[in-house]
C-alpha cells in the first residue's frame, strides 16, 4: 500500500523475494504499471524488481548484469544489476536498478566487492549507454557519497540528486543514520528531488510510517 500510495512512474526494488514480487504485481498490476525482475545468483532467493507505468513507457529492451562472472572474489554475493530500457515522448531512457555488495570501509579496493562490482557496471554501461538518451541509477550500493564505490560512478559521469540536500540519509542500520541509496542520473538529465523522510540515528525502521529499513 505504502509504494503505491508513492504514485511514481518508475519503482525500483532491491531485496525482492518471489511472495513479496507476487504480491506487488498482484497489486501494481491494476495501478496501470508493468515490470521486469531479476532474481541473483548464487542461489540467492531475492532480487531486483522494476515497475514502470505503460504510459507514459514503451517497453524497448532489458539486460541483466551477472557482476561474478568470471570473478570468484564477487561470485559468491549473486548481485546484479537489471537494466531496463524505455521510450517516451520520443527518446529513450535507460533504468539500471542494482544492489552492491557491502564490505568494510576500511577494506582494500583491490579486495572491495561493491567496488568491484560498481567497475564492472560502468564498463557495461559504457558498451550501451548511446542507446538510451538519459540514464537513471537507482539502488542500494551499500557505500556513503564520499566512498570509493561512488566514485566511480561520478567519475563516469553521474550524479546522484540529493547531494545539495543535507542530512539525506536513506538508511540507520548499525545505529547511524546515512546514505547508501541512490538515484543517479546522467548529465542529459535535470534532477529535481524531494525531500527524504528525515531520520536520526535511533528513528525506528522499519515503522509504521516507513515500512522498509530503507527510505525511498
Known amino acids: 500500500q505504502y509504494i503505491a500510495n508513492l504514485a511514481t512512474d518508475v519503482i525500483c526494488l532491491q531485496e525482492t523475494e518471489a511472495d513479496i514480487f507476487s504480491a506487488l504485481r498482484t497489486r ?20 531486483c524488481a522494476t515497475f514502470y507505468r505503460q504510459t507514459p513507457f ?86 556513503t557519497p564520499s566512498s570509493d564505490v561512488v566514485a566511480v560512478l561520478t567519475r563516469a559521469g553521474f550524479r546522484y540528486a540529493h547531494r545539495n540536500l543535507p542530512e539525506t540519509y536513506t538508511c540507520n542500520v548499525g545505529g547511524h543514520a546515512k546514505m547508501i541509496d541512490y538515484l543517479l542520473y546522467s548529465s542529459t538529465l535535470r534532477p529535481e528531488p524531494d525531500p527524504v523522510y528525515p531520520i536520526l540515528d535511533d ?14
Not at 30 to 43: D, E, M, Q, S
Not at 89 to 101: E, K, M, V
Not at 203 to 216: G, M, V, Y
Request: with cysteine.
Open 58 to 143: 514503451e517497453f524497448v529492451g532489458s539486460c541483466v548484469v551477472q557482476y561474478g562472472n568470471g570473478d570468484t572474489r564477487v561470485a559468491a554475493s549473486g548481485d546484479i544489476a537489471l537494466v531496463v530500457m524505455l521510450h517516451t515522448d520520443g527518446r529513450r531512457i535507460g533504468l539500471i536498478n542494482t544492489h552492491l555488495a557491502w564490505d568494510p570501509p576500511e577494506t582494500p579496493i583491490g579486495e572491495h566487492r561493491g567496488y568491484r562490482q560498481v567497475e564492472k557496471l560502468a564498463n557495461e554501461w559504457t558498451g550501451i549507454k548511446d542507446r538510451c538518451d538519459g540514464w537513471l541509477i537507482c539502488g542500494d550500493l551499500n557505500a
Open 203 to 216: 528513528t525506528p525502521l522499519p515503522s509504521a510510517e516507513q515500512p522498509s529499513d530503507h527510505l525511498p
Open 28 to 47: 501494481l498490476g491494476p495501478l496501470g504499471y508493468t515490470l521486469a525482475y531479476a532474481r541473483k545468483g548464487a542461489g540467492r532467493p531475492d532480487g
